[in-house]
């Protein structure tokens, strides 16, 4: 899967990240940002609902094609 942050929309509400912390985390300002190897949402079943979780939907989940 591909994850994408808007990072214009991101308020920092940090939803992602209690929702999944094992790929979501906050930058140093409090915004969204992605673990290290976690760019393709390392498998965990909690990341779409993550994406439902954000306030702002800054967060995109897609299924990678091919």
Known sequence: MDIEIDTDVCI????????????FTQD??????????????GGSPLVREA????????????DRVG
């Open 12 to 23: 920092g509400a940090g939803q992602c990240a209690l929702t999944a912390p094992e790929v």
């Open 28 to 41: 140093d300002d409090g915004y969204s940002a992605l673990l290290p190897g976690r760019e393709d949402g």
């Open 51 to 62: 994406a439902r979780a954000c306030p702002v939907s800054a967060i995109t989940v897609s």
